[in-house]
């Protein structure tokens, strides 16, 4: 990391997202277990983020009991997924996230503990909901199968290069001034564009879906992961901070990196499960 730092944002831009995505295909790819693993680390750091981003902000988040519960939940989410233990297991989240309350109770001198209880709930619902959902795409034919996490994963990071290159070149008209004022109309045609071609690419390769679906699909990830990219700048935006974080360079930190995904994937996965 400390290397990167003696090249140019965009050159530090590429070398991530380059190293970034083969370590990520890889273990999608390679088998449940190592997709396991990659994104069990990915929503563990995406969520100590936003807990650290709520400490800015004035918040006492539960940050260990929180990352207790949202860890617990996706690797519930996974193991049931697998068929390693029943759904009954999910009933455990309950009476664990509700342990919460009981522990402000032993905490002294604070104003709004209740704020800072829904902020440790927010962590949850915002972060490690969308990744245990992710789950149930991977097992969406009863076993393992890559291929919908990674025609998905594809699809975002085409709109999201699609959207980065046409609002470099040809950006003007403002998208969301007041919440992102470097986000441009054109921008946004730009990533739909790419988005749209590479769902007629993964149709191409992958035969899980039909090409409506991937369709479909290409099309909440264009709305889902604009809507993402903008609510995490607002929230950004509350704290007065630029990055979430600095893990990731050229691209800030993995609620950056991710934020589309954490939208989108509640409606991918209902789509899914639907239609």
Same mark, same amino acid.
């Not at 990659?38 to 004035?58: K, V």
């Not at 109309?185 to 769902?199: H, Q």
């Not at 039909?210 to 809507?227: D, E, F, K, R």
């Given at each position: ?57 004035? /918040?006492?988040?539960? &940050? ?8 617990? *939940? ?21 009476? /664990?996230?509700?342990?919460?309350? /009981? ?29 245990? *959902? ?21 699809? *975002?990071?085409?709109? #999201? ?20 004022? &470097? &986000? ?16 007629? *690419? /993964? ?25 993402? #990219? ?12 630029? #990055? ?14 991710? #934020? ?16």
């Amino acid at each position: 990391m400390t290397l990167l730092k003696n090249y140019s944002n965009l050159a530090q831009r590429i070398i991530t997202a380059l190293f970034g995505a083969a370590v990520i295909v890889s273990c999608i790819v390679y088998s449940e277990w190592t997709y396991f693993a990659i994104f069990f680390f990915i929503c563990f750091f995406t969520l100590r983020e936003f807990y650290a981003l709520a400490g800015l902000d004035g /918040m006492v988040v539960q &940050k260990t009991f929180g990352t207790i519960c949202a860890m617990s *939940l996706f690797t519930l989410s996974f193991l049931i997924e697998h068929k390693d233990i029943s759904y009954r297991y999910y009933f455990l989240i309950f009476p /664990m996230v509700s342990c919460v309350y /009981m522990i402000k109770l032993y905490k002294k001198f604070e104003r709004k503990p209740f704020t800072n209880v829904a902020y440790t709930f927010l962590g949850i619902f915002y972060v490690a909901v969308p990744y245990a *959902l992710l789950n149930i795409a991977a097992f969406e034919d009863g076993a393992y199968n890559f291929e919908i996490i990674f025609g998905c994963l594809f699809i *975002l990071w085409a709109s #999201d290069t699609g959207a980065y290159i046409a609002g470099t070149l040809f950006g003007k008209r403002k998208l969301f001034e007041r919440i992102s004022p &470097k &986000k441009s109309w054109e921008g946004a045609v730009g990533g739909a564009v790419l988005a749209i071609g590479f769902a007629f *690419l /993964m149709n191409s390769f992958f035969h899980t879906l039909a090409l409506w679906q991937w369709l479909s699909i290409a099309v909440i990830i264009i709305v889902g992961g604009t809507y993402g #990219d903008l609510i995490e700048s607002l929230l950004k935006r509350s704290i007065e901070i630029k #990055d979430s974080g600095s893990s990731l360079p050229g691209h800030g930190g993995f609620l950056d990196r991710f #934020d589309g995904l954490l939208i989108s994937a509640p409606f991918i996965v209902a789509f899914l499960e639907i239609f």
